[in-house]
C-alpha cells in the first residue's frame, strides 16, 4: 500500500445528493426509483433487480442527473442511526429509465482513475465506516452525511488495473452469493406453487395419483371456515398443532458470572436470512446453564413477537432445519423478542408454516398486536387459540413434508455456503486494501 496514492473522493469522482422524492407527478417522466431500501439492501444492482423497483416520476433535469449507469456507486446518506449511513452499492449495469431516490447520494467515478467497484468495496471497510461514524451530523433522531462530508471521503489508491483486479476478485464472492440467493427464491417460489396446489386448490395426489379435487373427490361444507374441505379433514386452531413453545434468552454479549454457556440467537431481524433470502449474522451470546432447555431442535419453528416496524406486522416465521443447524458450531436460541415452538406432529412443520404465513400475508395478524412503550407485540396465544384451518390427514402431510424437506434443506446448504463466502470476502477486503494480500494474474 505504501505506493497507493490518497486522494479526497472529489478528485477522482462527481458526487450529487439526490432530491428525487417519490411522489409521481403529472406530466414528468415516468421512472422506476431506486429508494434508500434498494440501496441498503443490495450489494450490487442489476437490470433484473430494478424490475421490483417502485414506479415514480421526475423531472427531465432530475433524470438527467440521477439515471443510473454502470459503474456508478450509489450510498445511503440519512437514517436514525449512524451504522445506517454509507452503505453502498454498485451499480452493475446500464438502468433504463431507473433514478436514484433521495435520502441517497450518486457518485459517478472517474473512469481514468477511478474503477467503481473498486470504491463500492472500500466503502465497505472498517477504515470507511468509521470515518461515516466520526463525520456524520444531524440533531434529534436524525443522522445524515452532507454534501462535503461525502466530498472528503478519503482514499487509498492503487494503479487503475490493479484496482479492477481487486474489485473483480471480491465480485465474483458475491456473484456466487446473489446466484445462492436466486436459486433460494426459486425453490420457495415452487414449494408455495405445490402448497397452493395441494392444499389451497385441494388437488392433492389421491390414492390412484390424480387431482384430488378436480377428479371428483368429495367436498363437505365446514360451517367454521364458510367453504368447502376435503371429506375426512378436521378444523382445528393453530394451538391443537403446537405440543411446546418456548421464550427465547438475550443472554450477555461476553461471558459473566453464571452466563457461561456460548450459544447463537436468532433475532427477528435474523428471520429472512433462516427463510432463505438473505445471509444471517446471529450474535454469539453467553448464556444461563438452565436456559440450555430453550436451544433450538430439528423441525422447531421460530416466531417474532416483539419488535415489528410501523409499517410491517410481527409475526415473521422461520424454519430449524438439520442444515440449519450445521451453520453454527454452536446451538442456537431465540432472543427474548422472539418465541420458538415444537410441534406435535413434526412432519406437519410445513403444512403449519404456510398457515401461518397465509395469516401474516394477509394482515391477519394485525389484528392481534398490542403496543408496549411503543413497541410492537403479537398476542400469540389469543391468535393460536382463536384463528382455524382446515388440518389435513397425517398421510398426506407426511408426503408434503418429503417433497419439501429437500428444498428446504438445498436452501440452507445454499445459506450455508454464502455465510463462507461472505466471511471469505470479509476476510479478504481489509487484506486487499491495505496491500496485505496481492492479487496476482491477468
Not at 417522466?29 to 416520476?57: H, P, Q, W
Not at 395478524?365 to 396465544?381: A, C, H, Q, V
Request: aromatic share 10%.
Amino acid at each position: 500500500m505504501n505506493n497507493w496514492e490518497k486522494q479526497n473522493l472529489d478528485n477522482v469522482a462527481d458526487i450529487k445528493l439526490s432530491n428525487v422524492d417519490k411522489k409521481s407527478n403529472l406530466n414528468e417522466r415516468v421512472v422506476r426509483l431506486c429508494n434508500y431500501t434498494d440501496v441498503y439492501k443490495n450489494s450490487f444492482i442489476t437490470l433484473e433487480k430494478a424490475k421490483a423497483f417502485m414506479v415514480g416520476s421526475c423531472s427531465e433535469n432530475e433524470f438527467e442527473n440521477f439515471k443510473l449507469q454502470k459503474g456508478q456507486v450509489a450510498i445511503t446518506k440519512d437514517s436514525e442511526t449512524r451504522d445506517d449511513i454509507g452503505v453502498s452499492t454498485y451499480i452493475s449495469e446500464d438502468l433504463d429509465e431507473v433514478v436514484l431516490g433521495y435520502h441517497t447520494s450518486l457518485i459517478t467515478p472517474d473512469e481514468s482513475k477511478l474503477n467503481g467497484g473498486f470504491l463500492h468495496y472500500w466503502l465497505n471497510t472498517k477504515q470507511a465506516k468509521r470515518y461515516f461514524e466520526n463525520n456524520a451530523g444531524g440533531s434529534g433522531q436524525r443522522c445524515t452525511l452532507t454534501l462535503d462530508t461525502i466530498k472528503s471521503i478519503p482514499l487509498y489508491l492503487p494503479e487503475l488495473e490493479y484496482q479492477q483486479k481487486i474489485a473483480s476478485v471480491l465480485s465474483a464472492l458475491d456473484a456466487k452469493i446473489e446466484l445462492n440467493n436466486r436459486i433460494n427464491a426459486e425453490l420457495e417460489a415452487m414449494a408455495k406453487t405445490i402448497y397452493d396446489y395441494w392444499f389451497v386448490q385441494f388437488d392433492f395426489p389421491d390414492e390412484n395419483g390424480k387431482p384430488y379435487k378436480s377428479s371428483g373427490g368429495k367436498m363437505v361444507w365446514s360451517e367454521e371456515l364458510k367453504r368447502e374441505v376435503p371429506e375426512g379433514w378436521e378444523v382445528k386452531s393453530l394451538a391443537n398443532w403446537i405440543k411446546t413453545d418456548k421464550s427465547g434468552d438475550w443472554g450477555k454479549d461476553i461471558p459473566e458470572g453464571n452466563y457461561t454457556e456460548r450459544v447463537f440467537c436468532i433475532r427477528g431481524a435474523d428471520i429472512n436470512g433462516l427463510n432463505g433470502k438473505g445471509e444471517i449474522k446471529a450474535p454469539e451470546r453467553f448464556i444461563l446453564e438452565k436456559n440450555l432447555t430453550k436451544i433450538l431442535e430439528p423441525n422447531d419453528l421460530v416466531i417474532e413477537i416483539s419488535g415489528g416496524s410501523p409499517t410491517q406486522s410481527t409475526g415473521r416465521l422461520a424454519y430449524i432445519m438439520c442444515e440449519t443447524l450445521k451453520r453454527f458450531d454452536a446451538p442456537i436460541i431465540c432472543s427474548n423478542f422472539c418465541k420458538s415452538i415444537s410441534l406435535k406432529y413434526a412432519k406437519s412443520i410445513f403444512n403449519f408454516a404456510f398457515e401461518w404465513n397465509a395469516a401474516y400475508n394477509n394482515g391477519i395478524l394485525f389484528g392481534y398486536e398490542g403496543k408496549t412503550s411503543g413497541i410492537k407485540n403479537l398476542l400469540f396465544e389469543s391468535f393460536v387459540n382463536s384463528y382455524r384451518s382446515a388440518v389435513p390427514p397425517k398421510n398426506l402431510m407426511d408426503r408434503f413434508y418429503e417433497l419439501l424437506s429437500p428444498l428446504e434443506n438445498r436452501k440452507q446448504k445454499g445459506l450455508l455456503e454464502n455465510q463462507h463466502l461472505a466471511s471469505l470476502r470479509d476476510w479478504l477486503l481489509p487484506m486487499l486494501m491495505n496491500g496485505q494480500v496481492k492479487v496476482t494474474g491477468p
